[in-house]
């Protein structure tokens, strides 16, 4: 009988490895680690994009992934017109279970601490097929924590930014010797940017001379405030009378507040709003902002390391190292204005931050062709610390 299976004996003998994107946030994070994936020829990159990036709303961010040029990319809506996070969760777990269920990956590599890795996560860990969890073990505070975590008693392989993060995950009950450290994959691109500010700003049609960056999302435990948040922080955004590029939010609870507070930005000439920017475009335009403001990961990330001053607004990042670093605020209109007043004084301090980035893709794909994850036991045993 004839086979079905067109594939050649080489293709069918990859180890298939698929990664799961649901964001802007997390694509960055492993881009890098997809293309090494991807220019093999020993594993098969297959991408399932899903989440915010279907979303014309949210910038249509798929582009960015499509852009790459990877040959095996899945796209799966997985949000209702209320981008209700439980029903994303449920809807994801489905559809990735039947993705899963005709790929047969032999590993699912997964970012961060959204819904999208967790229904990953989860299909994984159910079907036993070996889960890599990019970023557990890091502290930020809100629901993201809770995410993060339960992600990772489900992976079977933790990919950590730093011997913190390990020491967290082993607090968790986690077996050192499912551990790597590979460093933030997002901060080793920073270097490989050689984007030019003209570009970035021909490209976006931004001619400011002097601006800031804006980027402001909702927590979610706070759903029942973010309108007067968000409000707080467009009136002082005004009052200050500078330039800004504001970023919209995620698709969290309570987006919709912040999206209808930015209306009233809108037409201001000093303003400029986008769902979303390229990331070699966002990196350009970030290293020569005055500032950033609002509560992005980014601000003690990216920005910290490049010396740009920030102002973290509200609790979100309550939990992160390097918050020491930048100026804090309530979400208040006043508190917010003055320290933008004062950020020009904060750069010194931001100078002496000290960001080690690590060669991320490489060891990831050092530790790949090593088997070293695939002598990993999908039978989890909790490790416990002697008291
Ligand atoms: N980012 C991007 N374009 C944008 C905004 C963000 O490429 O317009 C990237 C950037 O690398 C940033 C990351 O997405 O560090 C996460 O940013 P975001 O504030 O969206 O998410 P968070 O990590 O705070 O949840």
Sequence with gaps: MKSHNTKSQEQRDKRKIVFVTGTRADFSKIKSLMGKVEDSNDFELFVFVTGMHLSSYFGATVGEVEKNGFKNIFKFINY???????????????GFSRFVNEVQPDLIVIHGDRIEPLAAAIVGSLNNILVAHIEGGEISGTIDDSLRHAISKLAHIHLVNDEKAKQILMQLGENEDSIFVIGSPDMELLGHNTLSLKEAKE????DFENYAIVMFHPVTTEFMNMKTQSENLVSALKASGKNYIVIYPNNDLGFEFIIESYEALRGLSNFRLFPSLRFEYFIALLKNADFIIGNSSCILKEALYLGIP???????????????????????????????????????????????????????????????FFEIPTQKVFRKIVM
């Design 80 to 94: 209702d017109k209320y981008y209700q996070m439980d029903k994303a969760l449920a809807i994801t777990i489905d």
């Design 203 to 206: 490209y976006y049609d931004i």
């Design 310 to 372: 920030g102002i973290l607004v509200g609790s979100r990042q309550n939990g992160r190292a390097g918050s020491q670093s930048v100026l804090k605020v309530e979400a208040q209109s006043s508190e917010i204005l003055q320290a933008i007043g004062q950020i020009h004084e904060n750069k010194s301090k931001v100078d002496e931050t000290h960001i080690e980035i690590l060669d991320s893709s490489e060891r990831f794909f050092a530790y790949l062709q090593s088997n070293a």
